[in-house]
């Protein structure tokens, strides 16, 4: 088993994001899991990202708050407890349109060559 305690979680950088903290829960790290890293991002109101895409899939778990994810012209708002899966290459935008922070949990696969 690897324990990571969330005070000794670090923040990282999301390339596209706007107003967003983003701490690594697991992932990155020896001992660490093998496939996955798991992130908890907090976005302010008016926060969010892309419209971009990866070319694998994520899974997005709103904690509180709401998240409003857009794909293919659709819209949908996330709230606490609801969850999407992201295929990969599908071109997304998410933002906070609400005025309380939105917490969310990120689950995404190991980009090619990264090393853990």
């Known amino acids: 088993m690897h324990v990571k305690r ?59 708050g709401e998240m409003t994810v857009e794909t293919g012209g659709q819209e949908t708002v996330l709230r606490k407890y609801d969850s999407c899966t992201i295929a990969p290459d599908e071109v997304r935008t998410i933002e906070n349109r609400t005025n309380h922070i ?4 990120v689950v995404l696969p190991y980009p090619p060559g990264a090393s853990r």
């Open 6 to 64: 969330f005070e000794d979680a670090k923040p990282y950088d999301a390339p596209n994001h706007r107003e967003m903290v983003g701490l690594r829960l697991q992932g990155f790290e020896p001992g660490g899991p093998e496939n996955q890293w798991v992130g908890l991002s907090q976005f302010l109101p008016g926060g969010g990202a892309g419209p971009d895409s990866t070319p694998f899939e994520k899974v997005y778990v709103v904690l509180d």
């Open 102 to 105: 939105c917490t969310m949990l």
